[in-house]
């Protein structure tokens, strides 16, 4: 995926003038052989800061070997205004962490108090007022902080991505989808950039594309993905012409951002001039880590985004959708296994899911459009979904979103999609989340989340939580066990 950054994260080692500059350094080595092991983007930062003005040496190495992230490893008590400068100072995320002692025997002439000194920079960063990632325990050996630093890795791919990010829109939303329209000044505090179009300008740079060199080879890499699942070859030409004109104009537009994703109109209006529903087209634009949002959905296409990132897979925009029958759950005993009923529900969507994610896709029409713009007729222009079934496996349901008055929110739940026939049209697929039912009645409607839901396809909650930590959102909401009650929960019910 080349919209997502290649980290760098640079390795820093600070000592406190008082301990022995030398310990740092041989704590520094071992980590460094650990990140190695670990195929870790993890370069090395010669100086070890003492005082300030290592701290200086240090940030312009950290910008000669283009990190984009770093590290600051406590391999003694450490400075912790020096410390903490390069936290603030740094055009980049920042991780603490700290050595533990090695052994018994080490404790007479090298132990290193980092323990102690986590405190002190904690509250440097306080006074300075920097939002740096500290691990739940920011203590260890070697091998410890290396998978520290590899979970960070993951939070440091999504924060450093939001700051360079830029999301086209083409369109307002649909009639009756209040809920994908929301401020766009919380974009702006976290440092993402937004290019609003009208529908008129996406069917500009869709006739632009017409006869463009690239559609023809476009067009036959669809045929390729496709296989047996191409149904309509016919309709390629003209969703070639789509994703060439997407492209060419994420391409010109970017500016001063490196990254960027869309939120588009696509329907009522889009099928009548365009003569096709995109789904296919945005689902392989969300292969290539390109997440385009149905109806308009600003913050559905940024969640979509932070689980491309946080993942390194390709993400989909699901409605929460339907129940899963009764007489379904009874008839698949092995599969729903310990779930209730009320901790499954299907997540759906006209068929933006990327091929990859789904078993037997096939090119189809959008059933709800097609009765309502072609009844009684042969399916025409309501055609261009990718439908299938999504494949079984873990998911994270996540969405990033601005209330009304402009303040972030968010949620973020692991679960799994189970291998079970929703025996319904669309892409979808039975998801289940442990307490999925009092997180829908006490998180979703409590807190008035709208029906789209980024999908990650692996487990990433952990990453998406200390991101959206260091981002600044403030109410991060998660499904909770039986055993923990939501705060509007009924204790009687």
């Known amino acids: 995926m080349n919209n997502v950054p290649t980290l760098k994260i640079g390795l820093v080692a600070v000592s406190r003038d008082c301990f022995p500059k030398a310990l740092s350094e041989k704590r520094k080595k071992a980590l460094l052989d650990e990140c190695a092991s670990l195929n870790l983007p993890v370069v090395d930062i ?36 020096p410390t903490t ?26 132990r290193g108090d980092a323990y102690c000194g986590m405190l002190n920079a904690s509250y440097n960063l306080g006074l300075r007022g920097v939002t740096a990632h500290i691990p739940e325990y920011p203590v260890g050996t070697p091998d410890e902080v290396a998978g520290m630093i590899r979970d960070f890795a993951d939070v440091a791919r999504i924060v450093v991505a939001l700051k360079k990010l830029k999301i086209f829109s083409f369109g307002p939303r ?13 974009l702006y505090d976290l440092g993402v950039e937004i290019m609003e179009n009208s529908e008129l300008d996406l069917y500009d740079i869709y006739n632009e594309a017409k006869g463009a060199p690239e559609t023809a080879d476009v067009a036959k890499q669809m045929a390729e993905e496709l296989g047996a699942g191409n149904t309509y070859p016919e309709l390629l030409d003209k969703l070639a012409q789509y994703e060439v004109a997407l492209v060419k104009f994420m391409e010109t537009n970017l500016g001063a951002s490196s990254f960027g994703i869309f939120a588009n109109k696509c329907w009522p209006s889009f099928e009548k001039y365009f003569e096709f529903v995109p789904c296919f087209v945005n689902s392989r634009l969300a292969s290539r880590g390109i997440p385009v949002s149905c109806e308009v959905d600003i913050y559905g296409a940024l969640s979509e985004y932070i689980a491309t990132c946080a993942t390194q897979l390709p993400a989909t925009l699901l409605d929460i959708n339907n129940t899963v029958p009764k007489d379904m759950v009874e008839n698949n005993p092995a599969v729903v296994g310990s779930y209730t009923r009320t901790d499954l529900f299907m997540g759906f969507h006209c068929g933006n899911t990327c091929s990859s994610c789904m078993l037997l896709p096939k090119i189809n029409y959008q059933v709800i459009m097609h009765r309502l713009m072609e009844p009684g007729k042969e399916p025409d222009i309501t055609r261009g979904t990718l ?107």
């Open 387 to 493: 439908e299938g079934r999504i494949r079984p496996g873990d998911i994270t349901l996540f969405r990033l979103q601005s209330t009304a008055d402009a303040k972030l929110k968010s949620y973020v739940a692991e679960g799994e999609i189970l291998d079970m026939d929703p025996s319904t049209f669309g892409g979808v697929g039975v998801f289940a989340i442990p307490e999925m039912g009092r997180f829908y009645r006490h998180v979703l409607i409590q807190q008035r989340f709208p029906h789209h839901a980024a999908i990650g396809f692996a487990k990433a909650g952990k990453a998406m939580c200390d991101a959206l930590t260091m981002l600044g959102v403030p109410d991060i909401y998660a499904n909770r066990p039986k055993s923990d009650r939501y705060p509007t929960e009924n204790p009687f019910a």
């Open 85 to 110: 400068i390069i936290a603030q100072r740094f055009d980049g995320p920042a991780m603490l962490a700290a050595a533990a002692e090695e052994s018994t025997a080490s404790l007479a002439s090298d």
């Open 46 to 81: 010669p100086t070890v800061v003492e005082n300030e003005t290592d701290s200086l040496k240090a940030l312009e190495q950290l910008r000669e070997k283009g990190a984009n992230a770093v590290v600051l490893f406590l391999g003694n008590f450490g400075p912790e205004g």
């Open 174 to 186: 649909p009639q009756d989808f209040l809920a994908c329209n929301a401020p766009v000044k919380p």
